[in-house]
């Protein structure tokens, strides 16, 4: 930390300082960035990344669509234990390594020897897109609000793709420009964007539930299914051609994109006080509180929907908005739709945070060029890897002007590459379990560890293939899924490029490290590893 901070700055004590930089240190790194986070901060970022209100909001019309709110509903509440056990599996091994790097450098230091680069290298970089679609998918879908919010006012405003792009680029800049120029700030704006997601959206649940002329029973929350995945009117919806739970699967894409990105607290470890602790108490939390909050939200939505079919076919285009002016009238509506934007802000902004933290921690490692392993002297801010991160989600997004069903497959390339990067280590961990409790931080486990490895490596394993299926019908080039191409191409990519190439130069973590964490020897201790590494077992370092 730079001698030049306030004494506000320093207030954990020198021997938790010390023991963080330390505990950094056996992973083989220095200090790089400014360590001043506790653990409500930790848990703020993921929580504000995970942002209930983001996904519900952007994917509602999917939502009913695919499924309708017995869909939501139910949905919700099955794929929220499952995400939960995934944040728990992900905790104890946060809790173990505690580094920005992250999915990649668990994998790294949790696989054999001999395919310790090869787990790195293809986990970091699933872990790559899935926080670039991830970026992409809120930050797009706020410049998609923007100009709905307009037409409120101006029924005549029909966006082109020239005004999209170019809110999705001011957007994004603007994300980019504060995690450059103020990363001091982004404790505030932290901060900011807690009250705003839990105090804000409360008050816009309960005063959208008050002003409701009328609600919906529960049979209809709970109970009414809808297909909609017809493309047209001569079509036939999936669930008649295949079977309406086939819908229901792949409407639990709303819940599962939503309860996403919760990896940032481990991400953020670097600049977290504590750690080993703080880091998944972060991840765990963050997941708990988004489930149960997010859940609230659904039901606010649904139980105040006057008319199922003008929500579904609003002339706004936007489900959620068309409630808020059902509900409180037009002018009304804008306040709570603007609430709802400037949480979306927050969420993009706090993506592309922990999006580049990942970023600097690969390119650290060798897993992208160096150029981008570059701290900003002045700010403390990897700058290099926060505009390559904006560059990539502006990229993205392109493929998805216009269409609806590439926004929802970005948004499926979202939740995949982000959840196969969160599998891998967990796998890897499951499979390698004797290694990994030698190095098991604070957060451990013990005899359940195996069973919650296991189930949430089931649970990925099956949306991974689900999201990938089509979701409309009939499928054509407009209406394919292209989330199985985007991710093979990864994985293609990933796998064809370390065969020809990158396995000869990259090594992922030091092996070094590696090693000395396997045997649970502290490699700061001078000849520690060397005498385990002789097999002097009987007064080895513990």
Same mark, same amino acid.
């Given at each position: 930390?730079?001698?030049?901070?306030?004494?506000?700055?320093?207030?954990?004590?020198?021997?938790?300082?010390?023991?963080?930089?330390?505990?950094?240190?056996?992973?083989?790194?220095?200090?790089?960035?400014?360590?001043?986070?506790?653990?409500?901060?930790?848990?703020?970022?993921?929580?504000?990344?995970?942002?209930?209100?983001?996904?519900?909001?952007?994917?509602?019309?999917?939502?009913?669509?695919?499924?309708?709110?017995?869909?939501?509903?139910?949905?919700?509440?099955?794929?929220?234990?499952?995400?939960?056990?995934?944040?728990?599996?992900?905790?104890?091994?946060?809790?173990?390594?505690?580094?920005?790097?992250?999915?990649?450098?668990?994998?790294?230091?949790?696989?054999?020897?001999?395919?310790?680069?090869?787990?790195?290298?293809?986990?970091?970089?699933?872990?790559?897109?899935?926080?670039?679609?991830?970026?992409?998918?809120?930050?797009?879908?706020?410049?998609?609000?923007?100009?709905?919010?307009?037409?409120?006012?101006?029924?005549?405003?029909?966006?082109?793709?020239?005004?999209?792009?170019?809110?999705?680029?001011?957007?994004?800049?603007?994300?980019?420009?504060?995690?450059?120029?103020?990363?001091?700030?982004?404790?505030?704006?932290?901060?900011?964007?807690?009250?705003?997601?839990?105090?804000?959206?409360?008050?816009?649940?309960?005063?959208?539930?008050?002003?409701?002329?009328?609600?919906?029973?529960?049979?209809?929350?709970?109970?009414?299914?809808?297909?909609?995945?017809?493309?047209?009117?001569?079509?036939?919806?999936?669930?008649?051609?295949?079977?309406?739970?086939?819908?229901?699967?792949?409407?639990?894409?709303?819940?599962?994109?939503?309860?996403?990105?919760?990896?940032?607290?481990?991400?953020?470890?670097?600049?977290?006080?504590?750690?080993?602790?703080?880091?998944? #108490? /972060?991840?765990?939390?963050?997941?708990? !509180?988004? *489930?149960?909050? =997010?859940? $609230?939200? %659904?039901? @606010?939505?649904?139980?105040?929907?006057?008319?199922?079919?003008?929500?579904?076919?609003?002339?706004?285009?936007?489900?959620?908005?068309?409630?808020?002016?059902?509900?409180?009238?037009?002018?009304?509506?804008?306040?709570?739709?603007?609430?709802?934007?400037?949480?979306?802000?927050?969420?993009?902004?706090?993506?592309?945070?922990?999006?580049?933290?990942?970023?600097?921690?690969?390119?650290?490692?060798?897993?992208?060029?160096?150029?981008?392993?570059?701290?900003?002297?002045?700010?403390?801010?990897?700058?290099?890897?926060?505009?390559?991160?904006?560059?990539?989600?502006?990229?993205?997004?392109?493929?998805?002007?216009?269409?609806?069903?590439?926004?929802?497959?970005?948004?499926?390339?979202?939740?995949?590459?982000?959840?196969?990067?969160?599998?891998?280590?967990?796998? #890897? /961990?499951?499979?390698?379990?004797?290694? !990994?409790? *030698?190095?098991? =931080?604070? $957060?451990? %486990?013990? @005899?359940?560890?195996?069973?919650?490895?296991?189930?949430?490596?089931?649970?990925?394993?099956?949306?991974?293939?689900?999201?990938?299926?089509?979701?409309?019908?009939?499928?054509?080039?407009?209406?394919?899924?292209?989330?199985?191409?985007?991710?093979?191409?990864?994985?293609?990519?990933?796998?064809?490029?370390?065969?020809?190439?990158?396995?000869?130069?990259?090594?992922?973590?030091?092996?070094?490290?590696?090693?000395?964490?396997?045997?649970?020897?502290?490699?700061?201790?001078?000849?520690?590893?060397?005498?385990?590494?002789?097999?002097?077992?009987?007064?080895?370092?513990?």
């Amino acid at each position: 930390m730079g001698s030049g901070e306030p004494p506000v700055e320093r207030r954990p004590s020198g021997a938790e300082d010390e023991g963080d930089e330390n505990r950094l240190a056996q992973f083989g790194y220095k200090q790089e960035l400014r360590r001043d986070w506790g653990l409500a901060h930790n848990f703020g970022v993921s929580f504000s990344i995970i942002s209930v209100i983001t996904g519900i909001t952007t994917l509602f019309s999917y939502g009913l669509n695919t499924g309708g709110p017995a869909v939501m509903s139910i949905g919700w509440i099955i794929v929220s234990f499952f995400t939960l056990l995934v944040a728990i599996a992900m905790a104890e091994i946060v809790s173990a390594i505690p580094t920005s790097g992250g999915p990649y450098f668990w994998a790294a230091m949790l696989a054999p020897p001999r395919w310790s680069p090869f787990a790195a290298w293809l986990t970091g970089w699933y872990n790559l897109l899935g926080q670039v679609a991830v970026t992409t998918g809120i930050s797009f879908g706020l410049a998609g609000l923007i100009p709905t919010a307009i037409k409120v006012k101006n029924p005549s405003f029909e966006p082109t793709a020239r005004v999209t792009v170019g809110i999705y680029a001011a957007v994004l800049a603007s994300h980019a420009l504060v995690n450059t120029l103020g990363v001091r700030a982004l404790k505030y704006l932290n901060n900011a964007s807690i009250v705003l997601h839990s105090a804000g959206i409360t008050a816009l649940c309960v005063a959208v539930l008050a002003k409701a002329p009328s609600h919906q029973p529960a049979s209809f929350v709970f109970g009414r299914f809808h297909d909609g995945t017809a493309a047209d009117e001569s079509a036939q919806g999936w669930g008649v051609r295949a079977s309406p739970v086939y819908v229901a699967v792949c409407g639990a894409l709303l819940s599962q994109y939503t309860l996403t990105g919760f990896d940032a607290s481990a991400h953020l470890s670097e600049e977290t006080r504590k750690a080993s602790w703080s880091a998944p #108490i /972060g991840v765990i939390s963050s997941v708990g !509180f988004s *489930a149960l909050f =997010g859940f $609230f939200v %659904l039901m @606010a939505f649904l139980f105040s929907i006057q008319d199922f079919d003008t929500v579904l076919d609003s002339r706004y285009g936007q489900p959620v908005l068309q409630i808020f002016v059902d509900v409180a009238g037009e002018d009304g509506a804008l306040a709570l739709f603007t609430l709802i934007m400037v949480c979306v802000w927050h969420c993009g902004l706090f993506s592309m945070t922990s999006n580049s933290r990942m970023m600097f921690a690969f390119a650290r490692d060798g897993g992208i060029h160096p150029f981008f392993h570059k701290v900003d002297a002045r700010f403390r801010s990897p700058t290099r890897a926060v505009w390559l991160a904006a560059t990539l989600s502006f990229i993205l997004a392109l493929p998805s002007l216009g269409s609806d069903v590439a926004f929802s497959a970005a948004t499926s390339i979202a939740t995949i590459g982000l959840y196969i990067s969160y599998g891998l280590p967990v796998l #890897i /961990g499951l499979v390698c379990h004797k290694s !990994f409790t *030698a190095m098991k =931080g604070p $957060f451990n %486990l013990g @005899a359940l560890s195996k069973p919650i490895a296991a189930a949430a490596c089931l649970w990925i394993g099956f949306i991974t293939v689900v999201f990938c299926l089509p979701t409309a019908n009939p499928v054509t080039s407009q209406t394919f899924n292209y989330t199985a191409v985007a991710v093979g191409i990864v994985g293609v990519f990933a796998v064809g490029l370390w065969v020809l190439w990158a396995h000869r130069w990259f090594t992922g973590p030091s092996a070094e490290v590696s090693e000395a964490l396997r045997l649970g020897v502290d490699i700061t201790e001078p000849g520690a590893l060397e005498m385990r590494a002789k097999g002097d077992t009987s007064g080895s370092p513990s």
